[in-house]
């Protein structure tokens, strides 16, 4: 069964850092894109980044650029979000996703507040 | 950018009803490959988002023959031959033939 778990979601004060985790069972990790999305209390989805198979590439969402990082470990099955200078705008669940142009399997998410 | 707008905000449809949700792109969604890279997710209450269609009208796996998609370039639509109660949730057009990937408003179905 696939399977894509988040974990590493907090309450943090503006300005703080988090690292958050995705552990991927039931797939070949290593084939495969991986994204994070997120989705802010009563609003809609947003993406926030990709990275390639083997980590030689990544994208980002402007309003993430310098602040977020993703990375993987594909020895663990493991996609990373590192998370920099957090804002109040940033408080959301956020959500790794398999992809393949498609998003066709996601996690469960897991909740970033961000406040003082 | 390629900004999605879908139509409407929300929809309230009587069990056994058709429903219809558009999605309009900016630019359009057909790449060199032939391919067009526009897919359609719901998310229903308390849940995270499950992919319904992949380039415009592909069912993915599991997913009732009552949904179906069409559309091409920058104008697509959803179709939901007969509402049922487990329908109920929003639906957001995405797309993905360049970055950054961008999502729809979403789309809110009732059921009456």
């Known amino acids: 069964e696939v399977q894509l778990v988040e974990s590493g979601g907090a309450l943090v004060q503006p300005g703080g850092s988090l690292r958050l985790s995705c552990a991927v069972s039931?797939?070949?990790?290593?084939?495969?894109?991986m994204n994070w999305v997120r989705q802010a209390p009563g609003k809609g989805l947003e993406w926030v980044a990709t990275?390639?198979?083997?980590?030689?590439?990544?994208y980002y969402v402007d309003f993430v650029k310098g602040r977020f990082t993703i990375s993987r470990d594909n020895a663990k099955n493991s996609l990373f979000l590192q998370m920099n200078s957090l804002r109040a705008e940033d408080t959301a669940v956020y959500y790794c996703?398999?992809?393949?142009?498609?998003?066709?399997?996601w996690g469960q998410g897991t909740t970033v507040t961000v406040s003082s | 950018d390629i900004v999605m707008t879908q139509t409407p905000l929300s929809l309230s449809v009587t069990p056994g009803q058709p429903a219809s949700i558009s999605c309009k792109s900016s630019?359009?969604?057909?790449?060199?490959?032939?391919?067009?890279?526009l897919y359609w997710y719901l998310q229903k209450p308390g849940q995270s988002p499950q992919l319904l269609i992949y380039?415009?009208?592909n069912r993915f796996s599991g997913v009732p023959d009552r949904f179906s998609g069409s559309g091409s370039g920058t104008d697509f639509t959803l179709k939901i031959s007969r509402v049922e109660a487990d329908d109920v949730g929003v639906y957001y057009c995405?797309?993905?033939?360049?970055?950054?990937?961008?999502f729809g408003g979403g789309s809110k179905v009732e059921i009456k």
């Open positions: 995405m797309q993905s033939i360049q970055f950054p990937l961008t």
């Open positions: 380039e415009v009208s």
């Open positions: 996703a398999k992809y393949t142009r498609a998003m066709g399997v």
């Open positions: 039931g797939f070949t990790f290593s084939n495969y894109w």
């Open positions: 990275i390639r198979q083997d980590g030689s590439g990544t």
């Open positions: 630019q359009s969604l057909l790449h060199s490959d032939g391919k067009t890279y």
